[in-house]
């Protein structure tokens, strides 16, 4: 290794654009949940902890768009045919 290194001629790389609706920002995390986005990245055989945590703070706006009302409805609808058809089940091993 030179102790100096003459850049005199040196070009600058590519400058990687960044994508449409994507800002740059700097944010403050607590460690343990940084790692816990990088732990889920790397359980899943790689990826981007970044995407992950965009991910998770866009489902919880959308979470947090939908009326209570509107959620317990969807949930009823979602579960009343596997009460229906458990209810069904056992009532006809009965007889």
Do not use: C
Not at 19 to 44: C, M, N, S
């Amino acid at each position: 290794m030179k102790k100096e290194y003459d850049f005199s001629k040196a070009k600058r790389g590519a400058v990687i654009p960044t994508p449409p609706g994507k800002t740059r920002i700097t944010i403050r995390l607590d460690e343990d949940i940084l790692d816990w986005f990088r732990q889920q990245v790397h359980a899943a055989g790689g990826g981007s902890y970044q995407t992950l945590i965009n991910t998770a703070l866009r489902r919880h706006i959308e979470s947090e768009r939908e009326p209570l009302e509107e959620t317990l409805r969807r949930v009823i609808r979602e579960e009343i045919p596997e009460y229906n058809s458990r209810r069904t089940r056992r009532s006809s091993g009965r007889g």
